[in-house]
């Protein structure tokens, strides 16, 4: 599968934009014009997955950031600047356009299990060694169970881009965590963005695919194409 150079540059670009623009509504405009040249047409189904990504990602910093397990330098609105309501939906929707993949199949109600879990253990606990332990564990059960060559790939992806972001908002100074950690950054980031990562393949994929194959096979004129190829 070869993957479209535009959406490879969408990380730096994404980084240099959070490091270097001054002003939150300027990094929210320069983030929106990026997007819009690089990710191009959105589908229906994509629009409103980014759309329930910021929602569910929004309550979760807002809840994380109750906790005080980390904090935003130049906050707008629930402890976070206004850009921050719109990345996960960014982060996810990139990784799901670079790697896509069949949907997996099977043991759908352990994988919520795991995933409200690790929901749970990331709006409730705001020691850093124990969220570490807790999501580690998490993780490592998840990867045990569900290990196929597109769940390693998900997990490890979203690790790396999530280094890349974290590293790039601490140093720039956009955010912060307490105590500080090794390079400005706790080592329960692997958890995190690896946990994202997993589920986003096992959970949301699956989801997203039947959306799908059910706005194709409403588009009009696909049944009748359909029959044509059949006939």
Known sequence: MQIPIRLLLQIPAAMAIVALVPGNWAILAALVLMWALTFGRLSRVEAVFCVAVCVFFTAMNAASLKQGIFA??????????????????????????????????????????????????????????????????LLAVGLVLFHERLDLAYTGYLILFGAAIEYTGVLSGRWHYPGNPPGGVPLWFITLWGGVGLFLRRLVVPILVRYESAATSAAPGAGREGESAGG
């Open 72 to 137: 935003f330098s130049s906050p707008d609105l629930l402890g976070m600047p206004v850009w921050e309501v719109f990345m996960w939906g960014f982060y996810l929707l990139h990784t799901r356009r670079v790697l896509d993949g069949p949907a997996p199949h099977g043991q759908r109600a352990t994988v919520w299990i795991l995933a409200l879990l690790y929901a749970a253990a990331f709006a409730s606990i705001h020691d850093g060694d124990t969220l570490l332990l807790v999501t580690g564990v």
